[in-house]
């Protein structure tokens, strides 16, 4: 009886209008402070002197990004299903396009972007996040059967990102990485994945990160410096001790917008990786709290939405929703994280507010899709079809 009359009320109205604001709050905010933690920079880099060229490229993102969402709007969960496999393969081929010279560009010994000419760089690990949902849930509803099995179930798909995770480490792009993984194993445990496989694969992956890490020195400094900051301020401890000068600086209510000190060419990427801290400084904890509230509604409502297409039925649907959960979910918590100190640094943008074309049109396709499940939940309620 509960279950029926909560799922007659969230039927009202034909979208679920608290996260489109969430979203859009994050979207419009990120603007914002985008803007205002790159508007020295633009100055200092452009000959033409235009403190609002990131203000342009991201508002253009924006736009892009919001229509390539309307337009995935109008697609059933059941096409996005039939396209899976197909989108999963092109996103692996463009990881592996990356990787050739003179197409892929290198940037600070990364080599993880495609030039677009005036569009900017592309980033395929961006749109492989999106693929890896919707490729990770059709394979689950597929061998669903198998899902207490280690050779039929999960050998597969451990297989194909295995393949995948490889290719994003020879970028390198640990933190993308550690977002896919994180997004293919949530989705195989919540299609029912056998458990005893599930703990010793999270040992496993335990014992692998770790490996990579002491494996790999300038990762390793990144481990150490996190711990302590403050032993190197002006070397490996840098971007961190900054950001916490940043977030330190702002208090409660924070500087005032537009007048962060800490953007001004001392803190690194303050309006991709490190944009929080900015928003720290200029806003205050007030601010922060208000991010944090927003994409904890927002991940909260992805995981209602798939447990509402879970008790129709909707299997795929489900799985589709809880993995866009997981992913803004888990890449918000650790930019944060960074951003906070509690977690080692990574490159790793935060979404739907961060300064990057590729991760705000992957952002905006996985809402999309995320409100058709809830569009597609509303009208089976009303007993109409989508």
């Not at 458990?195 to 150490?224: E, H, N, T």
Request: glycine share 12%; aromatic share 12%.
């Amino acid at each position: 009886m509960f279950h029926n009359a909560a799922l007659k009320r969230t039927a009202l109205t034909p979208f679920d209008w608290g996260l489109v604001f969430a979203a859009l709050s994050l979207l419009m905010m990120g603007l914002i402070m985008v803007y205002s933690a790159s508007i020295a920079i633009a100055e200092a880099k452009s000959a033409a002197n235009q403190p609002a060229f990131y203000l342009i490229r991201h508002a253009m993102y924006l736009v892009i990004g919001l229509g390539a969402g309307y337009a995935a709007l109008q697609l059933p969960t059941q096409t996005w299903q039939n396209m899976a496999p197909y989108l999963f393969i092109g996103g692996a081929a463009l990881l592996v396009l990356v990787l050739i010279p003179f197409i892929g560009k290198e940037v600070n010994g990364s080599r993880r972007w495609i030039p677009l000419g005036p569009l900017g760089n592309f980033q395929p690990s961006e749109l492989m996040k999106f693929a890896t949902i919707l490729y990770a849930a059709d394979y689950t509803v597929r061998k669903a059967a198998f899902m207490q099995n280690l050779k039929k179930g999960f050998l597969p798909m451990f297989l194909v990102m295995l393949g995948v995770g490889g290719l994003l480490l020879l970028e390198p792009d640990f933190g993308a990485f550690v977002v896919i993984v994180a997004i293919a194993l949530a989705i195989l445990f919540l299609g029912g994945l056998n458990a005893r496989l599930f703990v010793g694969l999270i040992v496993l992956l335990a014992i692998g990160f770790v490996l990579l890490v002491v494996l790999s020195p300038y990762r390793l400094q990144r481990v150490v410096s996190y711990l302590d900051p403050w032993s190197d301020p002006f070397g490996a401890g840098y971007q961190l001790s900054h950001a916490l000068i940043a977030l330190g600086s702002g208090e409660l209510t924070g500087v005032g917008l537009g007048d962060s000190v800490e953007k001004l060419f001392y803190l690194p990427e303050a309006y991709t990786d490190f944009l929080l801290a900015v928003i720290g400084e200029e806003l205050g904890l007030l601010g922060v709290m208000a991010v944090i509230g927003l994409f904890a509604w927002l991940t909260w409502r992805a995981f209602s939405i798939g447990w509402q297409a879970g008790l129709m039925g909707r299997n795929y649907a489900a799985l589709v929703a809880q993995g866009v959960g997981v992913w803004m979910g888990a890449q918000s918590f650790i930019n944060m994280g960074v951003n906070l100190g509690l977690l080692p640094t990574k490159g790793l943008t935060l979404p739907l507010m961060s300064y990057g074309g590729s991760g705000i049109v992957a952002n905006c396709l996985a809402l999309a899709v995320l409100l058709r499940v809830d569009f597609e939940n509303r009208c089976l309620m009303r007993g109409k079809k989508a």
